[in-house]
Every structure is written in C-alpha cells, then in structure tokens.
C-alpha cells in the first residue's frame, strides 16, 4: 500500500507542471488585461503601461513563467492585484468556509443518497424505485443555481424560516480562532453560535450537495442490484445465512466500491463547483472570491487558487485508492 502511495504521489508532480503551464496560458488569453481590469475607467495608456512594468506584465511569456514557477517552489503564490494581500493568505481565509459547506453538502448527499439508492434496488420495478429514479433525474437536470435562487425565495424570503445569506449573523458576538464556525462554537461552547452557523448552512449545502446525492442514488441503485444478482449472493441465501448478515456483509460492502469512487470525485467537484451557490448566498469563500477574480482578472489568485484546487483534488483521489483496500481486500492483493 505504501508503494502505491509514493506512486500516486509522484504522479502529482508532472500533472500539477502541467496544469501550471494551461493555467499560465489560459489566464494570459482572457480578453483585456489585469492592468485595465485593475485601473477601470483610469485605464489610460500611461497607467496601464506603469502596471504592466510593476508587475512584470510586460515581459516574455516565457521569462513571466519563469518568474512564476520560481515563487511557486519557494511557496510563493504572489500578491492578489485587488486586494494586495499574499495569495495564500487569502486562501487560508477562505478555504475553511468552502470546506465547512462542502462537509455539509456532502453529508447531506451520502446521509440520504446511499439509504435511497439501496431502498430503491430493493424495490425495483415497483413505485419505491420509480420515485427514487425521477427525483434523482430531477436533481441532475435542474441548475445549481436556479435550485438556489428557488430555495432561497421560499425558505428565507417567503417564510424566514433560514437567512438569507452570509455565514453567521453579524450581530453575535462569536469568538473564532479556525474561521470553522461550527467547530469555534463547539470550542468556545458559544451554542448560539453554533445554531447560528449551522442554519447558514443549510440553503447553500441542500443546494450545493443535490447533484452529488443524485449521482450517488443512482451509482448506489446500479451498483446494489448488480451485486443482489451475483452469485455468491444467491449462495450465501441458499445456505440459510441471515438476510441482515447478506446485507451488510455481501451486498453493501461489495456495492459500496463504485459509490466510494462517485463520492471522492464528488467532493472534488463540490469544492471546485462552490463559485454559483456561493455566489447566490453571499458565502465568503473560496469560490465567491475565485469568482471575482475571473472577473477583475486577477492572475496571481487564479493561478494560485486553481493550483490549490487541483491538488486537494488529486489528494482526495489519492484517498479514494486507499479506502479500496480497507472496502474490498482483494484490492491489497492486487
């Protein structure tokens, strides 16, 4: 298992060279610049010339790479043009919101994704598995961010049963040491602050975690009737084995293979797919901020965000692999 793992790590240093350059040349290719992007209606030739010189804007692609793979090694991901903060800084900042949201997003597609995909499988044919197939459908066709917007206008516009936006009601005064709300009002045993935060959750994740959950049922419906029909089942039910014994031990830890790997590409994508709902939900991460980046054009932050994306992406891949040898044995022996 070890071997594996310094194989898959070393994997990640020419997929992350890689992606750098993309990256590099992509960002260069947007229309404009970042020195009008950044200037706006004072972008006259003599400004955006003095940028371009500040910021080295105006050398060869090939000499502005160089200079960025050089920060890169030393951990140096640059300055953001907007706010002239450190890029990584700006990342620590923003990163424990998205992670708290996509936990939540995650929880709430696996917690109701996987029950529903195996109660579906053991009533194909019939309403039970109907209902559970069109609402799946209906969770992958409807746009995150309509389903937001719909979620938003009901729940906290209409009825006011949630917030609107944000993370937490400015009004409480909560201490944060990990800018985890949740985890800060576990620490400090602020539990209004914890009630607070959580509710601040619940739009943004319901919305965010509908295409994970639906994508689950489906692989968890596919993946339990395949194993239902397989031989060893039919044997182990022929010998009078207990059905709850078939269940858990035959059927769902067999099952539970395709749906560890739909579950590790998900959390990639949640993390990755937070820049809409954030958006909708004024949601002070990663993804609104990666947001305006694109928009302001800020190069250094998109870079250096899309780079920080691909590795927590790869790492979680990395992770996946793992818990095949702890779901399945055979996979340690191969």
């Given at each position: ?9 070393a994997?990640?240093?020419p997929?992350l ?7 590099f040349?992509w ?19 003599e ?8 910021y080295g804007?105006?050398?060869?692609l090939?000499?502005q ?11 140096d ?10 890029v ?7 990163f424990?919101?998205t ?38 459908l ?23 049963w949630?917030?609107t936006d944000?993370r ?5 005064d909560?201490t944060h040491?990990?800018?985890?709300y949740?985890?800060?009002?576990v ?7 914890v009630w ?14 509908t295409?994970?959950?639906?994508i ?11 194993v239902?029909?397989?031989d ?7 010998k ?8 858990n031990?035959?059927i769902?830890?067999?099952?539970m ?11 990639g ?26 928009f302001?054009?800020?190069y ?17 891949n ?14 340690r022996?191969?």
């Open positions: 298992m070890l071997r594996t793992i310094g194989r898959r790590l994997l990640l240093v997929t060279f890689g992606l750098s350059i993309l990256l040349l960002v260069r290719s947007l229309p404009g610049g970042p020195a009008t992007a950044l200037l706006g209606d004072k972008a006259t030739p400004a955006v010339a003095r940028i371009n010189e500040l804007f105006d050398e060869p090939l000499a790479y160089g200079t960025y793979m050089g920060k890169l090694l030393t951990g991901f640059g300055v953001s043009l907007r706010s002239g903060r450190p990584l800084e700006e990342f620590a900042t923003r424990p919101a992670l708290e949201l996509t936990a939540f997003a995650l929880v709430f597609a696996i917690g109701v994704g996987i029950p529903l995909g195996y109660w579906a499988a053991r009533h194909v044919g019939r309403w039970q598995d109907q209902l559970s197939v069109f609402l799946s209906g969770g992958i066709v409807v746009p995150v961010f309509f389903l937001a917007f719909i979620l938003k206008w009901i729940f906290a516009i209409k009825l006011g949630l917030p944000g937490q009601n400015p009004r409480i909560a040491y990990t800018d985890f949740l985890l800060d009002g620490m400090t045993q602020e539990w209004d602050a607070d935060a959580f509710l601040h959750l619940v739009l943004p994740g319901l919305a965010l975690g295409i994970p959950l639906a689950i049922v489906r692989i968890t419906r596919a993946s339990v009737l395949e239902m029909n397989a060893y089942v039919r044997t182990a039910r022929a009078g084995i207990g059905a709850d014994l078939i269940r031990r035959f769902l830890r067999n099952a293979l395709p749906v560890t790997t739909t579950i590790g590409l998900q959390l994508l949640l993390i990755s797919g937070a820049v809409l709902t954030e958006t909708v939900f004024a949601f002070n991460g990663i993804g609104r901020f990666l947001r305006d980046a694109i302001y054009l800020d250094p932050v998109l870079q250096g965000f899309i780079i920080f994306i691909a590795l927590i992406y790869s790492l979680i990395l992770l996946v692999d793992v818990s095949y040898s702890l779901i399945d044995p055979r996979v022996v191969q």
